[in-house]
């Protein structure tokens, strides 16, 4: 089955502490995207890449760090300059065709701040 | 600047009746238009999308959205609603002609309701 895995399901983060979520992609997709949910605020782009090796930032991009070096993978590092971490975080993948792409989405990683 | 409008926060209904869940769009030219649905705790599947051609659009699960170039529109549709559609939903809009910006613009969400 083709899709888009993120793990760990929940993830808990003590102060001062780096976390990294990951994002794993079979369906051959070049661009990479990952989202910040908050209630009532809809999505917010934190990150994207459309191909390995790039990335640019998103929105909200302060306090994240990414790496693509694989096209399957874009892990998101939650770093501790990051000082409100807990939401509900998604990553999208795409196929870049020209601009007519859409989007798919895994099923999310929600993090606890403890 | 371009946005995206939802401007029902929160919707109920009763399981059987229509539903339609309005969006709005500020945008020069004809955007790329998108509806996903996310359940509580769940990622966002795609119900939808319009790119060009016929502005009436079929979905998964019953959905259809029509495009209204007039009106900046692309609202959200289902003729008898089920149970299982309560959920979260989303608008999204892409930009055609946003140069490298491949950025979605997205909507706040409806929270769809539904009564037994």
């Known amino acids: 089955d083709g899709g888009i895995t993120q793990s760990p399901k929940y993830l808990f983060r003590k102060e001062g502490q780096n976390v990294t979520l990951s994002c794993e992609q079979n369906l051959n997709h070049d661009a990479m995207y990952w989202y910040r949910q908050d209630p009532g605020q809809g999505l917010r782009l934190i990150y994207y890449?459309?191909?390995?090796?790039?990335?640019q930032k998103g929105d909200i991009a302060e306090g994240y760090s990414v790496s693509r070096e694989k096209k399957e993978s874009f892990p998101l590092t939650v770093t501790s300059a990051q000082k409100n971490p807990t939401a509900f975080y998604l990553c999208a993948s795409s196929e870049a065709r020209g601009r007519r792409e859409t989007q798919y989405f895994g099923p999310g990683t929600r993090l606890l701040v403890l | 600047a371009q946005s995206v409008t939802q401007p029902d926060i929160h919707i109920t209904v009763s399981e059987g009746a229509s539903l339609e869940l309005r969006c709005n769009y500020s945008y020069g030219a004809t955007p790329y238009l998108f509806w996903y649905v996310q359940s509580p705790g769940q990622g966002l599947q795609l119900l939808l999308k319009y790119f060009s051609g016929d502005t009436l659009v079929q979905g998964i699960k019953g959905f259809e959205a029509e495009f209204k170039r007039s009106q900046s529109s692309f609202n959200l549709r289902k003729p008898s609603v089920h149970w299982s559609d309560a959920a979260e939903y989303f608008c999204?809009?892409?930009?055609?002609?946003?140069?490298?910006?491949?950025?979605?613009?997205w909507g706040l969400g409806t929270s769809l309701a539904v009564n037994p």
């Open positions: 890449s459309q191909i390995v090796n790039d990335f």
């Open positions: 999204a809009v892409g930009l055609p002609n946003a140069g490298n910006n491949r950025k979605l613009i």
